[in-house]
């Protein structure tokens, strides 16, 4: 069929999938255990040739969000400041946030991607779309905090960038060409996060922040959606599991970090 040629189905992959549905229905009939993963994923059911509609359905939704709460965005930016002695003030950081909003849009994209067909090329664009991500959201933070300081904090921010631009490169060609290896991943995607959260966090306390109960909510809900990671399950009527759930939580608070970004 059309669907699966369009996304690269060969025929062994085909009948693969086709015994797992077997086996899992076999099963079912006669309760012979619970449902099981077959090459570390769960047993979805397969729709227009899409291995996983409900996680596409929603990386794309997170990308349309993105794109829709930039562009709102950008206008605002060219307003002038309030008290300002310029008659045109322009947000210092418009280019960061530009370039952190169209990270997520790639990295959302090729989540799509990924979800729609699991392969060797797919998995790696949607990890290294990803971890660029995490790495460009740790240096928003430090940039936003060092770099709109004082002029005496500029040398600790470049030197900052310069560790997380070493560190990402390191990672990456360890993942690439050592070994792509999932659990060290996830420890360093973690810890960064946890260092990010822990910046915006504190820097929004000490400099009292107008919207800092924005940022507040945003990370307690942020982090309370990661724990659909943890609580894996089987996907309900085939389609929907923990991890797409994870992300339709993450649709709804984009517009959240947003109106930070407005209020900042």
């Known amino acids: 069929p059309l669907s699966l040629r369009v996304f690269r189905w060969k025929c062994e992959d085909d009948c693969t999938y086709h015994c797992m549905r077997a086996v899992e229905a076999w099963k079912s009939t006669g309760g012979k255990g619970p449902i099981e993963k077959y090459y570390g994923k769960w047993p979805f059911l397969r729709v227009l040739g899409m291995q996983e509609l409900a996680s596409v359905l929603a990386s794309l939704a997170n990308l349309i969000a993105h794109a829709i709460c930039l562009s709102r965005l950008l206008p605002l930016a060219e307003v002038p400041a309030t008290g300002s002695s310029c008659s045109r003030s322009l947000y210092p950081f418009l280019w960061m946030w530009t370039a952190y909003g169209c990270l997520h849009m790639n990295a959302w994209f090729w989540s799509a991607v990924f979800h729609s067909r699991d392969t060797r090329l797919t998995e790696r664009l949607d990890y290294i779309s990803a971890i660029c991500l995490v790495a460009f959201g740790l240096f928003a933070a430090v940039a936003r905090i060092l770099w709109g300081s004082m002029r005496r904090w500029h040398h600790f921010a470049a030197a900052a960038t310069a560790a997380i631009t070493a560190g990402l490169a390191a990672h990456l060609y ?91």
């Open 174 to 264: 360890y993942m690439l060409y050592v070994k792509f290896d999932y659990g060290w991943n996830m420890r360093v995607c973690v810890i960064a996060g946890i260092v990010t959260a822990a910046l915006w966090l504190g820097w929004n306390a000490w400099t009292r922040h107008p919207a800092r109960y924005k940022m507040y909510v945003f990370m307690l809900l942020v982090h309370l959606s990661m724990l659909l990671e943890v609580l894996d399950f089987p996907p309900i009527g085939g389609l929907l599991d923990a991890h797409a759930a994870w992300h339709v939580a993450t649709v709804v608070l984009t517009p959240l970090f947003y109106s930070w970004l407005h209020a900042d």
